[in-house]
Every structure is written in C-alpha cells, then in structure tokens.
C-alpha cells in the first residue's frame, strides 16, 4: 500500500487560506454555460434523458456534476459553488498528502493548495467557474500521480495502481473524450521506461502495463454507455461523442483573436506562476531528471496543444486546463529557491519579492472581497443580487426581460430561447426542445431541420430570440423565422433581443 503523510498544522491554516477564498466566491452569478447545465441537470433529475430529451455538445461529466451538487445543494449558484467548494478542498488535501516527497521544504509542499485551487478562485470569475478544464484537474492529477506512483512498485501492488490510474483516466475522459492525448501521453512514459530501461519483452509489457490500464479506464466508460444503451439512446451518443466534434472542427475557422485574448488572459493572470515554474522545469530536468516534473510538463504542453485543436472555441475557460501542472510547477520552483530568498537581509526586500510574485492575484482578490464586503456579504437575495451585478453587469438587464414571465396572467409551459440559457434558470421555465439554442454557430445542417421541427411540435407560448441569432438564423435556416411570424406576433423588443407569444 502507498504511505501517505500526515497532515501538519501548516497544511490546516493553507487550508483555512484557501477554504476563505472560495467561500468569497459562493454567491457568483452564473454565465450562459452554467445556467444551461444547471437546467440540464434539473431536467434530468425529473427523469428526462441527457441528449434524448435534453441534448448538449459536451460529454456527460459535468451533467452528473451539477446532477450531483444541485441534488445535495440545490440547483442555484450556491448550491453548485458549495458542492464545487467541497470538491476543490478535497483536491487540496489530496495535493498535499500526494506530494509532501516533491519537495525539499515542508513549508513550501503546504502551499501546494493556495498556488493552485487558491488561485483558480482567485483569477476565475463567473465565465470560468464549474468549467469542466477547472474540474478535470482533479481526476487528471490524479491519472498522472498514480502513474508517476507505479514506477516506484511491482507486482499486484503496480498493477493495482495502473488499475486506478486508468479508472481516473476514463473519469476524466467522460468529462471531454478531447483529453484522451494527455492520459495517453501519461502512460506512455510508464510503456517506454519498460521498454527502454527495464528491457521487458512484449507479452510482460502488455500484462502489467497495458492490461491494468485498461481495465480501468474501461469501466466507467462501459457504465456510462450500458445506462445509455438502456434508454435506447446510443445512437445519438455516438453522433454526439464522436461524428458531431469531427464535423464541427472540419467546417471551423481557427480564430485568432480569440487566441491571442485567451493567450493574453492566462499570462495576464498566471505569469508569475510560470516564471516559477520554468525555474522548476530547468533545474529539475537538468539536474536530476525528475520524472514527476517530466508528467506536469507532458500536461501542459499536451493540454496548451488540445486547447490549441479547438478552433471554433478557444474559450478563455479552456485555459484552466493548465492551473493544475502550471500551480505544482510554480511550487516547485518556489522551493528549489526558497534558500535564496531566506537569505535576503532585508524584510523590506522580501515583502517586495511577494508583493512582486502576488501581483496577479491581489488585484483580482480585493475587487472580489471589496464586492462581498460592500454587500453585505450577500446573505440575503437582494443583496446576493447587487453581489452578483458587479460581476454580470447584464444580469439586471436579463431579470427584466424575463419579468413578465412571472406576472399573473402569463401564459405557462415551457419557452424556447435563442440566446443566453440564464433565461431559462433565472425564470424558472424550462426548455421546449430537446435542442438548446446557446451555441447556433456550431449548428450542423441537419440540426436546423430537426429544430424546426421540435418547435412545430412542442409550440412553447413564448420565443426569445436575441438580434445576433435572428440573423444568423434568416442566414441559415430560414424557415424557423417563417414558422415564428406565422404562429406567433411580437410581445416585446429590446436592444437585446425580441419576445414573440404565441397568436
């Protein structure tokens, strides 16, 4: 069995730091993503079928998230934060425990936490929170300290590990199947170092290495595809999971101001942590070829290479893919120079040398804490709601657009939106068609057809359609348009978008 360490009085008040920070973050509105996954979510605790009767782009690992926490929690954003919250000071205590021997000072394996979770809390607002790149840190820490692990043992107690390793590794894969070249990468290194310095022949090879991995990134997978298959769903799994990316990336454009913001942004925010960790990247793989600074390196370069791939994205979110490798690196860094900075005669230097190393961060954490403060610490919904505008400075402008929903007289069912999903999540009303309408750009030319036709059938009472959609939908399938001016006059129109009722 693997030893771990105990944990210290140090680790306990990091750990305090961090659970601070986030609690700061609890009462964050939620962007267009995190609403639908809510609603999605909510759909299927009422028993509807994710991508049947309710159909997203992305695996199902972020539903069963949101499945989970909205469950325990609530489907609201403190609901999900908290169950986030829990999830991410998990992550922290298993940072530390996995990670005390990768360091040569104690007081710097502590700070394992504040560099990573402490600062994806800091540097995230309500466009990066609950994202599955920010989630998926977990299980992949996880696939990649289990792999460094199995070169330490042989026999049963590798074989186990390598089991578990794949298990994380199928985890993380029913977050997004776009992972699989990082996990593969991790697992490489364990083949070729048989190969290359233990000189083992094939059939050994394939028994302990290849056999045990596959065993457990199998598992999950074959429960999630039984569950489906149960519903009689799994063919429109399989177009989601495997046909629809491949058509989307091939009829995308690589966008390259979306690059270049998304480029700046992860500097804007994590520089200090990457000068760090190139200190750690030279030094340990110069010096003593460390093998576990070798795997985060593999992460970051693989996971900047998959964020890269998705072209007709490059959402700033997709960079907190590498928070994790990026954080472990800065620490190690930090502690290959700890001695030096101890050495420096001045208090007044090394106060400059931290406030110089936590610039980034200090700027965005006292806007967040002011905005608490000011608030009233956003303990009741009004002052929730005034919290949450200085972070969504639309979210008024979107609760007045959907006031009249809630008015007497209104008529009920479900609505159909072409635009922001927090439509749905801040009225309370659900979706009319299994097909949701936040993301008409990447509609392929069969959806269109399918979409006229959930609308013709589910006749929602209401239609919200915003300017930029209106367009782009006479521009694609114009038929949707015909249908809505024939069934439907207009309620309202703003700056934003135009309300439709049914006649």
């Not at 177009?239 to 966008?255: C, D, K, L």
Request: positive net charge.
């Amino acid at each position: 069995m693997i030893n771990l360490p105990k944990l210290t009085k140090i680790d306990f008040l990091v750990l305090i730091c961090v659970l601070i920070i986030g609690l700061i973050n609890l009462p964050f509105p939620f962007a267009g993503d995190q609403a639908l996954f809510t609603i999605g979510a909510l759909e299927m605790q009422q028993g509807k079928v994710l991508y049947r009767d309710f159909w997203d782009l992305k695996q199902p690992g972020i539903y069963y998230f949101y499945f989970l926490a909205g469950t325990l929690f609530g489907f609201n954003e403190i609901g999900i934060h908290i169950f986030e919250l829990i999830y991410m000071m998990l992550f922290s205590i298993i940072l530390q425990l996995t990670l005390k021997t990768y360091f040569r000072h104690q007081i710097v394996a502590s700070l394992v936490p504040l560099l990573t979770v402490g600062v994806y809390y800091v540097v995230s607002d309500h466009r990066q929170f609950t994202q599955v790149e920010g989630l998926v840190g977990f299980p992949l820490f996880l696939c990649l300290w289990l792999t460094y692990e199995s070169f330490n043992y042989e026999g049963k107690q590798r074989f186990i590990q390598l089991v578990l390793s794949g298990f994380m590794g199928g985890i993380v894969l029913i977050f997004k199947l776009i992972f699989l070249p990082i996990i593969l990468c991790f697992w490489l290194t364990v083949l070729l170092h048989s190969i290359l310095t233990k000189h083992q022949r094939t059939k050994k090879i394939i028994l302990e290495i290849c056999l045990p991995i596959f065993i457990g990134i199998i598992f999950p997978i074959i429960i999630i595809f039984s569950y489906f298959a149960s519903v009689d769903s799994l063919s429109i799994v399989y177009q989601t999971f495997f046909v629809y990316p491949s058509q989307v990336v091939a009829n995308g454009r690589f966008n390259k101001s979306k690059l270049l913001s998304g480029v700046l942004w992860f500097l804007k925010n994590f520089i200090s942590l990457v000068v760090m960790a190139l200190v750690a990247v030279n030094v340990s793989l110069r010096n003593n070829k460390n093998l576990l600074t070798l795997l985060l390196v593999v992460w970051f370069v693989f996971g900047l290479g998959v964020i890269f791939i998705q072209i007709r994205s490059l959402w700033l979110y997709h960079y907190l893919l590498l928070f994790v490798p990026t954080g472990i690196l800065a620490t190690k860094g930090l502690d290959i120079l700890w001695e030096r900075f101890k050495e420096l005669s001045s208090p007044i230097i090394k106060i400059l040398v931290l406030l110089l190393f936590l610039s980034p961060f200090l700027w965005n954490f006292q806007i967040k804490t002011i905005a608490l403060v000011k608030n009233n610490f956003a303990l009741t919904e009004d002052t929730r709601f005034k919290y949450q505008t200085v972070f969504r400075d639309d979210y008024a402008s979107l609760r007045s657009e959907i006031g009249f929903l809630s008015q007497p007289g209104s008529l009920s069912g479900a609505i159909f939106v072409a635009g922001d999903p927090s439509i749905y999540y801040l009225s309370g009303r659900t979706q009319a068609t299994s097909l949701n309408a936040w993301s008409l750009e990447l509609f392929l030319s069969e959806q269109w057809p399918q979409l006229l036709k959930e609308l013709d059938s589910s006749k929602p009472p209401y239609i919200f359609i915003t300017n930029q959609y209106k367009t782009l939908i006479q521009e694609s399938f114009p038929k949707i348009i015909e249908l809505i001016e024939k069934r439907y006059h207009i309620l309202s129109k703003t700056n934003y978008g135009t309300w439709y009722i049914s006649s």
